[in-house]
């Protein structure tokens, strides 16, 4: 069943972005049948209410299948909150929520999700925690009693949390053998500086040091019901979602300090130019970026289809020019990266050493053209019919909806942004794509990444900068 739903998936996404991915209209048989008209995304019937603790509740009643989807998202939560000492943390905090609770432990959790014919668990981002469940309708009350023992009475027992740092460990060795990883994190460092959102990835240091006391302290800082949204989608009336969330979290109080708001990521920073080197290499792994926006300026939506325009496909420019007209890579691409505090430009590809040099121009060559030229009316037309439909594909079952709601609300973003998203994509003209490029992928603001062989790429980087070794 769950591999048939991944090839309707495919196939749907394929005729909604075929537009995108297809050869250019010229190059089409004549007789081919006109596209579809652009299908609206139906805009949800969200119910909602805050009880007494201040706990936001978001009711998205759903007809379809017997089942009822929750997501639980905390503010203040997640990386931005973990201390200089410990970057990554929030991964291992929230991986480790539905290990134990005071009540259960991981194989009974797990075992008693799977009777009410659903799964629990946990992620972090850059803002937050959020906190997902499903069940089967007739068993929505059992399901949430579950969520709110799990949000509320983690107990983060000694054997999980030590083997939780041992696979972190395993996995943290295997990235670090990847010059994208590397890469990623001199980039955040040049884009953020000391922010909170340049310490997202874990270290050998920050994974040792977690204790189950530590993990109960950040529990009791991070997790306040004034700070959180549950949102409920299915097959449930919103007078019995609100009578649950009630029943369920409608006593939790929360003592003591809360966590910070995340201060204001900065807007500019001095472009920097950064070498890491990789013995032998025989390719370059490059990122250019700076900082950006919120996902609340006024520029996101715009920002949105300028990046995808850019870098956010297959048939994007720069993965047009570098892999298919060039041959220098097997993909490259550029966008942006927004958070709640904050955001960002990257763009990026790994390339062969002896292109390494042309590979920059080009990036930056595609950033000018973005800037000093109106996108045609056909690639502006064919990129928002990708972007909307990728958007209406992903928001089409009920979890994903619930996902969308409380992922916007992280970010700043309002509950009618789910359905305000794809008219606004379609409003955006030519002439914001070319602003966004003037304001956010100026060459001259970029700060570069390289991770390679020096030796073998240093005459071709002169061009671009004094770049600085590091680790």
């Not at 990266?337 to 930056?364: C, M």
């Not at 992280?410 to 602003?435: C, H, M, N, T």
Request: with cysteine; glycine share 8%.
């Amino acid at each position: 069943m769950k591999t048939s739903m991944k090839l309707l998936a495919l196939a749907l996404c394929s005729a909604l972005s075929g537009a995108l991915f297809a050869a250019p209209a010229a190059d089409l048989p004549k007789d081919l049948p006109p596209y579809g008209a652009d299908k609206p995304l139906p805009i949800a019937q969200i119910e909602k209410r805050t009880l007494g603790n201040g706990l936001e509740v978001w009711v998205v009643p759903r007809d379809g299948m017997p089942r009822v989807d929750y997501v639980l998202a905390v503010r203040n939560a997640g990386f931005a909150a973990d201390a200089a000492d410990s970057p990554g943390f929030a991964s291992l905090f929230a991986g480790l929520l539905a290990e134990g609770t005071a009540q259960r432990d991981s194989r009974a959790i797990a075992e008693t999700a799977q009777s009410f014919g659903g799964s629990v668990g946990a992620s972090a981002s850059n803002d937050g925690v959020m906190v997902y469940a499903d069940a089967l309708t007739s068993h929505a009350a059992p399901m949430l009693a579950l969520m709110a023992e799990i949000v509320r009475t983690p107990s983060f027992p000694g054997s999980e949390v030590r083997l939780a740092q041992a696979n972190a460990l395993q996995a943290l060795k295997a990235a670090e053998a990847q010059p994208s990883f590397k890469a990623t994190r001199a980039l955040l460092a040049a884009t953020y500086g000391d922010h909170p959102y340049a310490r997202v990835q874990q270290t050998e240091a920050s994974i040792t040091g977690v204790t189950p006391a530590a993990l109960r302290e950040a529990h009791a800082l991070r997790f306040h019901p004034d700070r959180a949204l549950l949102v409920v989608t299915g097959r449930i009336a919103p007078a019995e979602a609100f009578r649950l969330a009630e029943a369920a979290f409608g006593d939790w109080k929360a003592g003591g300090a809360e966590a910070p708001d995340t201060p204001a990521a900065p807007r500019n920073a001095a472009p920097s130019r950064v070498l890491i080197q990789r013995d032998g290499s025989v390719q370059s792994t490059l990122r250019i970026g700076r900082p950006a926006i919120p996902a609340t300026d006024p520029d996101y939506v715009p920002a949105i289809l300028a990046g995808t325009v850019l870098g956010g496909g297959f048939s994007s420019r720069v993965n047009q020019n570098l892999r298919e007209d060039k041959g220098y890579t097997y993909g490259a691409s550029a966008g942006f990266a927004p958070s709640r505090a904050g955001g960002r430009v990257q763009a990026g590809a790994d390339v062969r050493n002896e292109v390494t040099g042309a590979s920059l121009k080009e990036f930056f060559s595609e950033f000018e053209r973005l800037a000093n030229e109106p996108v045609p009316e056909q690639e502006l037309l064919d990129t928002k019919r990708y972007v909307a439909g990728g958007y209406l594909i992903s928001n089409q079952l009920q979890g994903a909806v619930a996902a969308t709601l409380a992922s916007n609300w992280l970010v700043g973003l309002p509950s009618d942004f789910l359905a305000s998203y794809v008219p606004r994509i379609r409003e955006v003209k030519a002439e914001q794509v070319q602003a966004i490029a003037r304001k956010y992928f100026n060459p001259k603001d970029q700060s570069i990444v390289v991770v390679g062989d020096g030796p073998a790429i240093a005459e071709q980087l002169e061009p671009y900068g004094e770049f600085k070794a590091a680790e």
